[in-house]
Each structure stands twice: as structure tokens, then as C-alpha cells.
């Protein structure tokens, strides 16, 4: 019973965050409501006075109905736990999964698509991330047309139109890895001969739904841990508002969630295979390779003899070769095409020592240097590059330990995050995306050691 309730507990804490978070996301957006009563598919069939009614102050119609149902989703799965011990382990289990699903319906894919639909019939940079959306639906575009996205500028796009003119500084950039681009590719050219348009969600939305899916596979269908993983996964309060919009750290979570699924039923060559990819789709990933290397020894606990020897040593780097192989492949061609072009835009550009860089931003440890005021502006350079080493090697160092004392997949999971953390804290911009990935990568270490 005390676990029901501290399960039940934290679905609502979920939820709660959930609607206040969409709720205030879509609240500043410019002329919302009218856009929204006026869509056909999104608020036009709702009657005229039922629009009047409703009234522009408190939300839209469609979210203010999303929100009330899943709530009453919510009141559902409290009163079936209430009743498991007579409705027995199974049917209480598929009841309270398909509710947070119901859930996840509500409050992030009928969002994400609200938006989509909403943006199409509306200006192209409008209702969307500017990198996650915008830039890589261009980018997209540019290598279907033979062109280098890290070569070409993106000045003369919708991502022009994009928030603060000063602020503006990816539009001779595209800081993302290939995979974001090559892999969305069939997407859009699907989505193109059906629909005639596309949304970079769409690829989001999908990878989203086969993470979901995935994951009671990734806890042996556990009732527990499978409901726990899925709420947290599904109604994450940061990572939910990032496929809304159209942030692109479910895109490597999905990734990361499929080579998991196949790392623990040990066939370690698609695993290592789509490890590889999350590595080509952005650099958050690197910081699990670490783990994932040890991992692959197979030897739980493993020690430092062991892990130095030669068979050891041949065996990791066996199951690690898909990986590699897929990275290079996805990521060599644009490196040789134009060296310069590339590393600009995937490094220099982060790490503010391009020509125009990302300017110092987040919630980290950026902000004590922008306290000192030793700085003019947030576009200034400052060496973050030191304390990043100076912290997250000792780290690494102290987290690889941990993982050779308990060599789980959850337990690389859990350490990936914490290297992660470790060192986006200490980084030029902590931006909230990164915590909600880094929330994700914990609750699949929790889940899947519990």
C-alpha cells in the first residue's frame, strides 16, 4: 500500500508540473487563443458560444479540455489502486498503464500536434524551437539539395524571424551532430507525399511513442517499475515541454532507449549500433560511452586486472566496433567536406571562441562568473574549459569506479547522468533541455537497477 501511494504520489507531482508548465508556455504565445478557436482540426469545431464561453483569460479551450481529462485519468488511477487487492495484480497494472497513457496523450502528443498544425497554418517560425524545429527542417532540406548544412548560413530562413535579434547568433551555425538531419530525412519525405508539409515533431513524436513502448521491455515488464519508468519518461516536466515545442533530446533518448533494449537481451551488435547513433546526434551522449565501454566487458564486478587484460580488452573493443562504425559513417563525410565549417558550428560555436557564438546562458555555474562582473556582456569569452576539466575528470575517474564496482546497465545509466550533469553544470550554458534529459537518464538508472 505505501508503495502505491508514493508511486501515486509522484504521478501527481508529475502531473502537476506537467500543466502548470504548459500552461505558462502557452500563455505568452502571440494571439494563441484566436489561432487556436479558428484552426478547423484544432479548436474550430468547438460551438461559437462554447468559444465565447471560454473566453481568451484562463487558457485555450483545447487545453484547458486536455488538462481536465487527464486529470480525470489521474482520479481513475487513484481509485483502481484503491481496489488492486480485488481487481488483482494484472488488471490493476493494465488499467493504471493505459491511464498514463491517457495522460501523455493529453498533455504531450495532442500538444506537440496542436502546435504543429497551429504553425502550418501560421508563420513558418512561429509555435517552434528555433534549432530543434526550424533550423533542422532547413538543414534537412540542404542535404536532400547536395548542400553542406554546416557550410550554408541560415540567414535568409524563417530562423531569421526567430526571437531577439541579438540573440540570434545560430544563423551562420548548425551546432547539432548528422544523425538529427539524415534521420529525419524519410520523415519528412514521407510526410511530404502524404500530407504535402512537415513538422520536425513528427520525427520527435515517433521516436517518442517507440520509446515509450520500449520501456516494459527495459524493466521485464515489472508492474512497478514499468508504471514508475513510464511516468516519469512520459509526463518528464522538462523533456515533455521539449517535444511540444520541438527540442531534439528525445531524439537521442529514443536512440539511447533502443540500444538499451537491445543491450540487455545481450545482442550487443545492434545495441552498440544504435549507441552509436545517439553518439552521432548530439554530444550528450558521449558522456555514457564511458560506462557503456565497461559495460562490454560482461564482468560484474569487475576489476582492474581484469578489465586490463588483453581478451578483455579485444572483447570491448569488438562490441564497440558498430558503434564506431556508425558514428564515422554518419559523421566522417561532413567532417571532410569542410573541416573548418564543421568544427565552427558543433564546437567553437558552444564553446564561445567562434567569430559569433552562443552567448554565456542557463541556470549553472555561468552565472557566479557573470556575478563577478569582470565581464562586459554575455557574449564574452571566459575559459569555462578549466573548471569543466578540473571537475569531470576527477569525476569520471570516481564514476567509472563506481560503475566497476556494479557493472549494470542501469548503473550506466545513472553514471552517465551524473558525468553529464557534472559537467554541463561547469559549462558555458545550462540550459533547462539538459536537465530534462539528464532527469530521463536517471530514471531509466533507478528503474532499471530497482
Not at 501560421?122 to 538543414?139: F, K
Not at 587484460?309 to 572483447?315: E, M, N
Not at 554518419?330 to 552562443?358: C, K, M, N
Not at 570516481?398 to 564496482?405: D, E, F, K, S, T
Amino acid at each position: 500500500m505505501r508503495q502505491h501511494r508514493s508511486q501515486t504520489l509522484l504521478l501527481f507531482i508529475l502531473l502537476l508540473a506537467r500543466l502548470m508548465i504548459n500552461k505558462f508556455a502557452e500563455a505568452g504565445l502571440f494571439e494563441h487563443f484566436q489561432n487556436v478557436v479558428k484552426h478547423p482540426l484544432v479548436g474550430g469545431w468547438l460551438p461559437a458560444q462554447a468559444v465565447e464561453a471560454f473566453g481568451p483569460w484562463y487558457g485555450d479551450p483545447i487545453f484547458l479540455l486536455l488538462a481536465a481529462i487527464s486529470l480525470l485519468a489521474f482520479l481513475g488511477y487513484v481509485f483502481i489502486g484503491l481496489f488492486q487487492d480485488k481487481l488483482g495484480e494484472r488488471a490493476t497494472f493494465r488499467s493504471q498503464y493505459i491511464l498514463i497513457w491517457v495522460m501523455i496523450l493529453a498533455l504531450v502528443i495532442l500538444p506537440s500536434l496542436k502546435l504543429a498544425l497551429l504553425r502550418h497554418d501560421n508563420l513558418p517560425h512561429s509555435y517552434s524551437h528555433d534549432g530543434g524545429v526550424i533550423q533542422t527542417e532547413i538543414a534537412i532540406d540542404y542535404a536532400l539539395s547536395g548542400e553542406n548544412p554546416y557550410h550554408e548560413d541560415y540567414i535568409h530562413t524563417p530562423m531569421a524571424e526567430w526571437g531577439f535579434p541579438q540573440f540570434r547568433t545560430a544563423l551562420t551555425h548548425y551546432p547539432y551532430l548528422p544523425a538529427t538531419f539524415l534521420l529525419s530525412a524519410p520523415v519528412k519525405w514521407l510526410s511530404d507525399v502524404l500530407l504535402g508539409w512537415y513538422d520536425q515533431r513528427f520525427t520527435y513524436l515517433l521516436l517518442f511513442l517507440l520509446t515509450l513502448l520500449l520501456l516494459p521491455g527495459l524493466t521485464h515488464r515489472a508492474p512497478d517499475r514499468t508504471l514508475g519508468l513510464t511516468m516519469v519518461i512520459g509526463l518528464n516536466p522538462i523533456m515533455g515541454l521539449d517535444i511540444i515545442f520541438g527540442q531534439n533530446d528525445s531524439f537521442v533518448l529514443a536512440w539511447l532507449v533502443v540500444g538499451a533494449w537491445f543491450l540487455q537481451k545481450h545482442r550487443w551488435g545492434w545495441g552498440s549500433l544504435f549507441m552509436g547513433i545517439a553518439a552521432a546526434s548530439k554530444p550528450t551522449a558521449w558522456f555514457m560511452i564511458p560506462f557503456f565501454l565497461l559495460l562490454a566487458a560482461e564482468d560484474s564486478p569487475l576489476a582492474w586486472r581484469t578489465l586490463l587484460q588483453k581478451t578483455t580488452l579485444v572483447k570491448i573493443a569488438r562490441r564497440a566496433i558498430p558503434a564506431l562504425g556508425v558514428f564515422l559513417l554518419l559523421v566522417i563525410p561532413y567532417l571532410l567536406w569542410s573541416p573548418q565549417d564543421f568544427i565552427d558550428d558543433v564546437w567553437r560555436w558552444a564553446a564561445g571562441t567562434a567569430q559569433v557564438h552562443y552567448q554565456i546562458w542557463g541556470l549553472g555555474f555561468a552565472n557566479f562568473v557573470l556575478a563577478t562582473g569582470t565581464l562586459p556582456d554575455r557574449f564574452a569569452y571566459w575559459p569555462f574549459w578549466i573548471p569543466e576539466l578540473l571537475v569531470s575528470v576527477p569525476a569520471l575517474a570516481i564514476l567509472a569506479w563506481q560503475q566497476m564496482r556494479r557493472n549494470t546497465l542501469g548503473n550506466a545509466f545513472w553514471l552517465g547522468a551524473i558525468l553529464l550533469f557534472t559537467f554541463a553544470f561547469f559549462s558555458r550554458f545550462l540550459n533547462e533541455n539538459y536537465l530534462g534529459f539528464i532527469l530521463a537518464l536517471m530514471a531509466l538508472g533507478y528503474y532499471l537497477d530497482t
